[in-house]
């Protein structure tokens, strides 16, 4: 038998608008707001070997949020909290081979943005608006297997799903949020790390995900923004613990952005690259480079309709937000 409890606490304090601009200079606010959230929780944990190839691990877990939102409109200024129960089951069976099998299940949630759990008005219309739900439940399992059989090597191979409530939809445009519709994602995650010699570590990441609404409505049943294929390949060199070279590899496919499929976004893939020194025993430096061969991509995009002046009205079109430049990040890391 082993047992185990535990106390979490986090507190953010977050200064967020949304402005008109016009070639990067701000022509109006729409929204303006001081937001301060917290959240506790409490959890237990038992894991009971019945067998030397089976065990469980069964866990019970409670959180606990406030959210505080002081707004530009002041109907939009007030406090509100959630709570939400969340049990865990797992099973392990193994190993054989230096395999094992597990199966996870568990309820969850996903938090929705402070701002829509208040909000009263929208700050671009003055119209009246329905808050939203501060936690929404989910529940999700796991099927797959882990394995070392072939030396150096650690593989692992799951088949997934994840039933949600609701989805969150933020509306960019006048800087709220709106509870959505029910949703199902399936998918398959491949995970893989070799290490032939001591010096070189290659790991290699694959998901394949199926996102759907799982309510009718005439609109469609795709998730927009919903991403269906994602891969990460990266290999390092490092000398112990003295130095590091990294190049990874990632790339995100495409998605649909509206809900019947017919606007999609295109795939992306860009490379960074990581150099780290053991400057002394308590003491790491780290170069990050960023997008290393300066892609052009997008890293936001939405299909709405919107209007410029001008315009005789509304236009069903693109929104994006571009990914940043080659950009370089250079740490000290001290260690205590």
């Known amino acids: 038998l082993r047992h185990a409890v535990g106390l979490q606490w986090r507190h953010d304090r977050i200064d967020v608008g949304l402005h008109r601009t016009r070639a990067g200079e701000r022509l109006d606010t729409i929204r303006d707001d001081s937001v301060r959230q917290s959240s506790a929780a409490v ?23 406030w959210f505080d939102v002081d707004a530009l409109q002041s109907a939009n200024t007030g406090s509100t909290h959630a709570g939400r129960m969340s049990p865990k089951l797992s099973a392990i069976l193994g190993p054989w081979s230096r395999t094992e099998l597990f199966l996870n299940w568990g309820r969850g949630f996903h938090s929705n943005d402070a701002r829509g759990t208040v909000t009263r008005i929208d700050p671009a219309t003055g119209d009246p608006a329905e808050p939203v739900p501060g ?61 032939p010699v001591p010096w070189l570590i290659v790991d290699a990441d694959l998901a394949w995900t199926r996102a759907r609404f799982t309510d009718a409505d005439p609109a469609g049943n795709r998730i927009p923004g ?55 025993r308590h003491a790491r430096l780290h170069l990050d480079v960023f997008n290393l061969f300066d892609r052009e991509a997008n890293d936001i995009e939405y299909a709405y309709e919107s209007r410029l002046p001008g315009e005789p009205g509304p236009v069903f079109d693109r929104h994006v937000h571009p990914v940043e430049p080659r950009t370089a990040r250079l740490s000290l890391l001290l260690e205590f």
């Not at 959890?43 to 949020?65: C, H, I, K, M, N």
């Not at 399992?141 to 949600?164: H, N």
């Not at 269906?228 to 112990?240: C, N, P």
């Open 43 to 65: 959890f237990a944990e038992s894991e009971v070997t019945w067998r030397p190839w089976l065990r469980t691990v069964a866990g019970l877990r409670f959180d606990r949020y």
């Open 226 to 280: 919903a991403v269906e294929r994602v891969a990460s390949v990266a290999v390092t060199l490092r000398d112990g613990d003295r130095w590091l070279a990294s190049l990874q590899l990632r790339h995100l496919g495409a998605r649909p952005l509206v809900e019947d499929n017919t606007v999609r976004a295109g795939s992306a893939s860009l490379v960074n690259l990581r150099l780290g020194w053991r400057l002394a």
């Open 135 to 195: 936690l929404v439940p989910a529940n999700g399992f796991e099927l797959g297997l882990r394995t070392e059989a072939i030396p150096g090597l650690q593989s692992s191979l799951s088949l997934w799903q994840l039933e949600t409530d609701s989805e969150l939809v933020f509306v960019g445009d006048a800087g709220t949020t709106e509870a959505g519709r029910p949703a199902r994602r399936r998918g398959v995650e491949l995970g893989n790390r070799y290490m």
